[in-house]
């Protein structure tokens, strides 16, 4: 049997980047990027006003002047007109460009604007401002044009896609969505609308996986196989064709009805390994085709199920989205309760995570009546990683964890 560590070496070493595809950018959320996105002007474009309140020459102040005459008013989006008399100043609002001649803005907060009966205002200092630039938001304080702002490979969330309008990336370059079939194997399924008979279960674990396959922002299509070697025989060459992944549950162990290892070879799946040094998940299948579509084989128990994709599937999906094949960073958590577990194998064990006012990251295990305990997953963010030297864990330990959200 294979170590974790090997198995996810093998894995990974099929990752091949997707192609891309160009998409609005309106359309391009939860995407990766594969393109450099560079600011196309300053950031920001001119020395913008940050606050309500009148723009004057600071030299005025250092001079000790503290009443201007409002010469005018200036709103965000007009031209900047400049300033005639630098004894005067301009009513300006934020986001408006600093009007030239002037190079500091007081807030309405620390002046008095009074008004003559022939209409002239003018504005008294109640609070000076400090130097050149105040209340001024600098013109390429932020970003300079040219400077790189999302490069390839970025996860393109809201904070991305406004980037990207600033920009005005209208269409953007980004990996193509994974395209995985999801399947379930197994005499017992039934379809989720039919009822079950005493001995029967619903199709659960297919579209357990489909859903996981979204998020890591791939799209899924759910099929079914019975315990039949001639159907698998006969159906999984079209997904390997189709698709860039398969991902099945069910069918991989040591039963009598366990088809799909040698299922797979039949139809020109190469064997990558097949059982893995850890708990749950042991029997684990994973290998390739020759046309580059990779099949995942996970144990039909559902925890098994579970915890081997995020270990092992989502990684991949991950990676063939990016510009370069890359590994999927691995977070750390804290266990909180001492912990024991005496086979010398790699064991994933489920924990609630919770977040304390100290900045650590606390695990808390979690009951599981075995892998087949569906529910047991409800309560769990994820998984601890608990290498295979050691037997017991006290609490405090800092170990690898992989969220399920």
């Known amino acids: 049997m294979l170590s974790v560590e090997e198995a996810t070496r093998r894995v990974l070493a ?20 594969r393109q450099d996105i560079t600011a196309d002007r300053d950031f920001p474009p001119f020395n913008r006003v940050a606050m309500d309140g009148i723009a004057l020459a600071y030299s005025a102040v250092a001079s000790g002047q503290v009443r201007f005459v409002i010469e005018k008013t200036q709103f965000a989006g007009q031209p900047p007109a400049p300033l005639t008399d630098p004894s005067a100043a301009i009513e300006i609002m934020t986001g408006a460009a600093l009007p030239p001649g002037t190079d500091a803005v007081v807030r309405y907060e620390d002046i008095l604007i009074e008004e003559d009966e022939a209409g002239r205002r003018t504005a008294t200092l109640q609070v000076p401002p400090l130097a050149v630039g105040h209340n001024v938001h600098r013109q390429a304080s932020d970003r300079q044009q040219g400077d790189l702002l999302l490069p390839a490979g970025t996860l393109l969330g809201s904070a991305e896609i406004a980037v990207a309008a600033t920009v005005g990336a209208t269409n953007l370059l980004v990996a193509r969505h994974p395209k995985v079939a999801v399947v379930s194997t197994g005499d017992e399924l039934i379809d989720i609308g039919e009822q079950p008979l ?23 299509e759910v099929f079914h196989f019975n315990d039949d070697p001639e159907a698998l025989r006969n159906g999984l060459p079209s997904l390997l064709r189709d698709y860039d ?26 064997q990558l390994f097949h059982e893995v040094q850890q708990r749950p998940g042991k029997p684990f299948w994973f290998g390739q085709h020759p046309n580059g579509a990779v099949v995942f084989a996970l144990p039909g128990n559902p925890v098994s199920t579970f915890v081997n994709y995020y270990r092992y599937a989502q990684p991949w999906l991950r ?13 750390y958590a804290v266990l909180a309760t001492d912990f024991t577990f005496r086979p010398r194998i790699t064991h994933f064990l489920l924990v609630s995570l919770e977040s304390t006012s100290d900045g650590r990251v606390l695990a808390h295990p979690e009951r599981a009546h075995g892998s087949g305990d569906l529910a047991s997953l409800l309560p769990s963010d994820g998984f601890l ?11 405090g330990t800092v170990l690898p964890a992989w969220r399920f959200r």
């Open 14 to 33: 099929t990752v091949r980047p997707l192609p891309p595809e160009t998409v609005p950018f309106t359309a391009a959320l939860g995407r990766v990027l």
């Open 198 to 220: 005493a001995h029967q279960i619903r199709r659960s674990n297919s579209y357990m996986l489909a859903a996981a396959v979204q998020q890591a922002g791939g799209t899924a």
């Open 245 to 270: 992944a398969v991902l099945l549950s069910g069918g991989v162990s040591k039963g009598k009805a366990d088809f799909l290892p040698t299922s797979l070879q039949e139809v020109g799946v190469e």
């Open 319 to 331: 990676a063939i989205q990016l510009p370069a094949p890359a590994t999927e960073p691995t977070a």
């Open 385 to 395: 990683e608990l290498p295979p030297e050691l037997d017991f864990f006290p609490a």
